[in-house]
């Protein structure tokens, strides 16, 4: 029994020890001490857990510190390396970013791919027949999930020879080469060249534009697309996609036939003005889509044109040949009608409107039909009271008419000046008193003549 508490003693007085517990217990049996063996198993136990747990979170910590060394790594694509000849035109370059991860966490390979403050400067070759429009330009930011567009304006003469020739890029950016505890910046300029050809397929411009559009009005835009390219272009139409407001083509595509090079063809387009626009000069596009020599079809987008809008006018000239009348009498009153549209005119009915002092017995007029600029004079009857004052009165008319479509139209009214003019006799007798003053005059004259016989 002795040794029992003996050896119990000796195994808990070593994890005292152990843990930096020297105090005796509290409690005794007789003259042996009693050893609180289980709560100082648990002591060391979550001195040794606590110590786990620090060697695990510092191992977490120097884990979650970001490390990746890299590089961006640039390259320059044309989708497209086509220009023609004698324009100005659009041309792509695709800058693309194949980004390099030398060491590190690839979840972390934005921060040292990434090109930052790109900027991109482009000039032709000295013997390449272009002209580079663009100055340089700053793109931001290529990363390596997709390339950036950079869009440069390229001028091509006339006479350029066909060919392929060089363009010189330089591209200058920064970059970050590690991410760590101490990050390292660079920056780096890059060359290189791609090529451009300069064609000299059929190519369009628009030439001898005339117009006689007007605001609420169907006209007409003319002239002529000339081939000013080295190859034939057959069965070519010149295309109208307008979409500005209040312009309604009658016609979007129209076809022109054959074009040789250096020949012109004649085109017209038919346009309705609507009444909201505006009278201005208004710039209009006009690709020309044709077959090639191999029969291929293609299309020029870059031809356009300027071409004038007129301001509203009238249906129609209106005209009063006579614009007076007497009062207390009628006569007949004539307007004269002219056709302003560029279009034949048909079953013209203009019809007057009358208020005091004035009537009509007869206020509607025909015409059968008014060329582009014909006239034709209508007369109505048309009374003045004999009360009306001397002075200038109104009459109305409005016309109802058939356009060229056949589409039957009104136009807005249309008021005319007609002046009322005072009797001619005075002292208030009319033709009936003056009769009467004359029929005396005589009886007094014969009167006189018969007493002068007699004496």
């Known amino acids: 029994m002795v040794a029992r508490y003996q050896s119990t003693t000796t195994t808990i007085d070593y994890e005292r020890r152990a843990v930096g517990l020297t105090h005796e217990p509290s409690c005794h049996v007789g003259d042996w001490p009693i050893r609180d063996t289980m709560n100082t198993r648990q002591l060391v136990l979550g001195a040794v857990l606590v110590t786990v747990l620090l060697a695990v979170a510092g191992t977490a910590a ?3 510190e970001v490390y990746v060394r890299g590089e961006p790594d640039l390259e320059v694509y044309t989708p497209d390396d086509t220009v ?7 041309f792509i370059l695709q800058v693309d970013n194949e980004g390099d991860v030398d060491a590190g966490q690839g979840t972390n390979r934005n921060l040292v791919t990434t090109a930052r403050n790109v900027i991109v400067d482009v000039e032709a070759n000295d013997d390449a027949p272009v002209t580079v429009l663009s100055e340089k330009q700053s793109i931001g930011s290529i990363t390596d999930e997709q390339p950036v567009d950079v869009p440069l304006r390229i001028e091509v003469p006339d006479d350029a020879e066909p060919g392929t020739y060089d363009l010189h890029i330089e591209i200058d950016y920064r970059w970050s080469n590690r991410v760590s505890e101490q990050t390292q910046e660079r920056s780096t300029s890059k060359d290189f060249t791609v ?10 411009r628009v030439t001898d534009i005339d117009s006689n559009l007007r605001v609420g009005e169907e006209g007409e835009i003319t002239g002529e697309v000339e081939n000013v390219g080295g190859e034939d272009a057959t ?20 076809a022109v036939g054959d074009v040789p090079a250096g020949e012109s063809a004649e085109f017209r387009i038919p346009v309705e003005v609507g009444s909201e ?5 208004k710039r209009f596009e006009l690709p020309v889509s044709f077959r090639d020599e191999n029969g291929i079809r293609q299309t020029d987008d870059d031809p356009e044109f300027l071409a004038d809008i007129g301001p509203e006018r ?21 307007v004269t009608f002219t056709n302003n549209r560029e279009e034949t005119l048909t079953d013209i009915e203009p019809k007057l409107f009358t208020d005091s002092p004035f009537s009509s017995s007869s206020d509607e007029g025909f015409v059968e039909s008014l060329d582009p600029g ?13 009360s009306a004052t001397a002075k200038t009165y109104p009459v109305t008319l409005d016309v109802r008419y058939q356009n060229s479509e056949g589409e039957s139209r009104i136009t807005d009214s ?5 002046e009322v003019l005072e009797p001619e006799e005075s002292g208030g007798l009319g033709s009936l008193g003056t009769i009467a003053m004359l029929v005396v005059s005589l009886l007094a004259v014969g009167g006189g003549y018969v007493w002068y016989r007699g004496q």
């Open 62 to 64: 120097g884990q979650s």
């Open 84 to 90: 023609p000849a004698g324009a100005e035109t659009e």
């Open 195 to 204: 090529e451009i050809e300069v064609d000299d397929n059929a190519r369009f």
């Open 235 to 254: 069965n070519a139409e010149v295309q109208f996609p307008t979409e500005a407001e209040n312009l309604f083509p009658q016609e979007t595509a129209v």
């Open 277 to 281: 626009a505006e009278a201005v000069p």
């Open 314 to 334: 009238d249906t129609f000239g209106v005209e009063a040949v006579n614009r007076t009348i007497t009062a207390g009498s009628g006569t007949t009153f004539e």
């Open 374 to 386: 014909e006239s034709e004079t209508v007369r109505f009857d048309l009374s003045a009271s004999g």
């Open 414 to 418: 249309y008021r005319l000046p007609v």
